[in-house]
């Protein structure tokens, strides 16, 4: 086969290189079910020529003309078929997020005039058909799971013919590599959602320039769980493909400790929230120990604190660390499956600790940064440690140029930058200047070779004073502390920096027993005295690592984790600012009253 120029090429370059017994795998009735390459690609054409059928098609191939087709769906081995079979005949898959407002799904629906939509189960199934008389386009809706009164996705799959099958490769053929092929709708952190524009080559360069960062080796397992959604994952998938990695999708996020140990996957991506959960699970199961056993976990663990990467620390510290690795790090790497080669992050700044305990820990964890708008990956830390720097995001992957503007503005230029902003040429040409497109995070280029974010530059905020403050990094840094789960920065046009804390109630409760706090609930939890003194003098010990405009002054203590379902963080787990500050606008005033 000649080198591929689409996305759906992964199928026939599978078949010709390497067929997998396992190319796809997903828990069906409790029990994991495999589809080989060659089961893959006879789903993917009978899904194609069902699509057909029914009348789906690349129309005049314009991006207004041509048939779209949406999931609301979680991750399992069926949305990588449906995004394949309707890329290779033409139409366009606009993926959007299972928890996605109803005002919003309208919006996207409407502004894509979506033909055919997939669900995933019931509760989707009805929250989509609840608009039908609101997105006139719908022509149908189909569900992967059974349900009752709905159309199941098998239907399709039953009106493919030996003719319409047939069909399919002329279509295919005519598909071309600066084509469009897939819409993205993100909703950000604030606005309208925007539909992204992303061409194979858009995706197929960043798949292209992204498989050498990736770790070697034959017969390699993933497992997936991000959502498939947002084009992190989805790049990371075709990469999967394309390099020949078996991709097990996760029943859910609660299983995920569970479908590692039956996977044994080699890598998997995630997002730092998540990385900082498995974190927290570790250091409380360290917590519980006693005697011997919690000196030594508590020992290992202050070797990785101080561990260095492309730096020799001595053959003292190196055998040290060997026997860390060995008697108490090694039950770390089993509660990950035991195979894992990497983990790589991305969607939001990780804290540098983290990173450099887990890298320690033979762990390593490759940070990489981009943007729907990027397809998504600009640059990513490597696996070779030469390519990796703590408290980067990374060398630049090939192809992809960056410039740092006059404010510290990063700027992207390359094969990966969007076609633009569906039916929005005026948003495009605000984002995109001379063919750079302009991303919106401050950052710096060290030793001319590692990218490192400072902020966003939406976030960083003025005080009354006039003086400017990156709250990113600040967060960040207060999140090392056992008893911070989320935090987030308030100061702008304020005379002083203050802060929302929601405190880590599992860590907290641990400290209250000790120090003889009555076991009460986490509401008269934050407002007892000892409690209050102890995040004070936090704050206070957090606060010698800023200049002076950036400490803390004061903070509200909060009951409730941010999330997705209750609204205060995006699907790829970003903070909505704005959101927290409406609904906190009580505890803010509180701040500021005095």
């Not at 750079?436 to 974010?453: A, E, P, Q, R, S």
């Amino acid at each position: 086969m000649t080198e591929p120029r689409r996305l759906f090429d992964c199928l026939e370059y599978h078949l010709e290189k390497k067929p997998l017994p396992d190319m796809l795998a997903g828990k069906e009735g409790g029990q994991w079910k495999t589809y080989s390459t060659a089961a893959v690609k006879e789903t993917v054409d009978n899904l194609s020529a069902g699509l057909l059928s029914l009348g789906i098609s690349g129309g005049d191939m314009t991006p207004e003309g041509r048939d779209k087709v949406a999931i609301l769906c979680k991750n399992r081995p069926e949305w990588l078929m449906l995004d394949l079979a309707v890329q290779q005949i033409g139409a366009i898959l606009v993926p959007i997020y299972p928890t996605i407002n109803v005002n919003e799904l309208e919006f996207v629906l409407s502004d894509a005039q979506v033909k055919i939509v997939f669900v995933n189960d019931e509760d989707l199934f009805l929250k989509t058909i609840s608009l039908k008389d609101k997105a006139p386009t719908i022509k149908d809706i189909y569900t992967f799971e059974h349900v009752a009164n709905a159309k199941h996705w098998k239907e399709v799959t039953a009106l493919s013919t030996p003719a319409l099958i047939a069909q399919i490769k002329p279509i295919a053929d005519k598909i071309n590599y600066e084509d469009l092929a897939t819409i993205i709708y993100t909703s950000g952190t604030t606005g309208t959602p925007k539909g992204v524009m992303l061409s194979h080559r858009n995706i197929l360069s960043n798949v292209n320039a992204s498989i050498p960062c990736f770790p070697p080796g034959d017969d390699l397992r993933s497992l997936s769980f991000l959502p498939l959604n947002h084009i992190f994952e989805r790049m990371v998938s075709y990469l999967y493909l394309f390099r020949g990695v078996s991709i097990y999708y996760a029943e859910s996020l609660e299983t995920i400790g569970d479908n590692l140990k039956e996977v044994n996957p080699h890598l998997f991506t995630t997002v730092p929230r998540l990385l900082e959960k498995v974190y927290d699970k570790i250091m409380q199961k360290g917590n519980e120990l006693t005697g011997i056993k919690k000196k030594l976990f508590f020992w290992a663990h202050s070797l990785a604190e101080q561990f260095e990467i492309n730096k020799n620390q001595g053959a003292f510290y190196n055998l040290k660390l060997s026997i860390a690795n060995k008697i108490i790090f090694k039950k770390w790497r089993e509660a990950l499956g035991g195979n894992i080669v990497c983990i790589v992050t991305g969607g939001a700044a990780c804290q540098v600790r983290l990173i450099r305990i887990f890298t320690a820990a033979r762990i390593p964890i490759m940070e990489g940064y981009g943007l729907t708008e990027t397809s998504p990956v600009i640059s990513v830390n490597r696996f070779e440690v030469s390519g990796r720097m703590f408290g980067s995001v990374g060398p630049l992957i090939e192809g992809v140029e960056v410039k740092i503007a006059e404010d510290g503005e990063i700027l992207c230029k390359g094969p990966n930058v969007m076609m633009g902003y569906y039916k929005r040429p005026d948003l495009t040409a605000q984002d995109i200047v001379n063919d750079w497109y302009h991303t919106g995070d401050i950052g710096v280029i060290i030793d001319n070779k590692f990218l490192k974010i400072t902020d966003r530059k939406k976030e960083l905020f003025k005080t009354s004073g006039g003086k400017y403050v990156a709250p990113l990094a600040i967060e960040n840094k207060l999140k090392e502390s056992p008893f911070i789960e989320q935090v987030m920065l308030l100061g702008a046009d304020k005379k002083f920096v203050s802060a929302l804390i929601v405190p880590s109630f599992p860590n907290l409760k641990d400290w209250s027993r000790k120090n003889e706090i009555p076991e009460c609930s986490n509401e008269e939890l934050i407002h007892h005295p000892k409690v209050i003194a102890l995040f004070k003098e936090l704050v206070e010990s957090f606060n010698k690592f800023f200049n002076h405009v950036e400490q803390v002054k004061k903070f509200e203590l909060l009951v409730h984790e941010w999330s997705v379902d209750s609204g205060e963080l995006t699907p790829k787990m970003s903070l909505k600012r704005k959101v927290v500050m409406e609904k906190y606008r009580d505890a803010i005033e509180r701040i500021y009253a005095s």
